[in-house]
């Protein structure tokens, strides 16, 4: 079992930067690739970013490659989000998932979810 505990949500202009925190609990966190996802109101909940168990590589959908770095610290089983040149469109709730997955991306490959943070980005 893994639980899962997302911070460093808020409220930031467009343009600005936040970086978001996944504790994760247990022995295994070092074991699972992460992932982060985003739901926006009336929208289904989409992938953003994800990473190996071992760190040595990461994924990144479209909409934010380039503007947001995903990284692991398995010591710390903490995961982290750093999403740069905000945008008022990447307004959601972030959620961070654990899980042994063959598809990053595959939101049901994940077996492990936090609840949520607030990002909200005004214009």
């Known amino acids: 079992q893994v639980q899962l505990v997302e911070s460093g949500g808020g409220l930031v202009q467009a343009g600005g930067s936040l970086r978001l925190s996944c504790a994760g609990s247990?022995?295994?966190?070092?074991?699972?690739?992460m992932g982060w996802f985003r739901q926006a109101p009336g929208k289904e909940r989409e992938f953003v970013a994800a990473?190996?168990?071992?760190?040595?590589?990461?994924y990144y959908a479209n909409s934010v490659k380039g503007r947001f770095t995903i990284s692991r610290v398995n010591a710390k089983n903490t995961v982290y989000l750093q999403m740069n040149s905000l945008k008022p469109e990447d307004t959601a709730v972030y959620y961070c998932a654990a899980g042994r997955v063959h598809g990053v991306d595959i939101r049901s490959e994940y077996s492990y979810w936090g609840q949520g943070t607030q990002v909200t980005v005004s214009s």
């Open positions: 990473i190996p168990w071992n760190g040595g590589s990461t």
């Open positions: 247990g022995r295994t966190f070092s074991t699972y690739a």
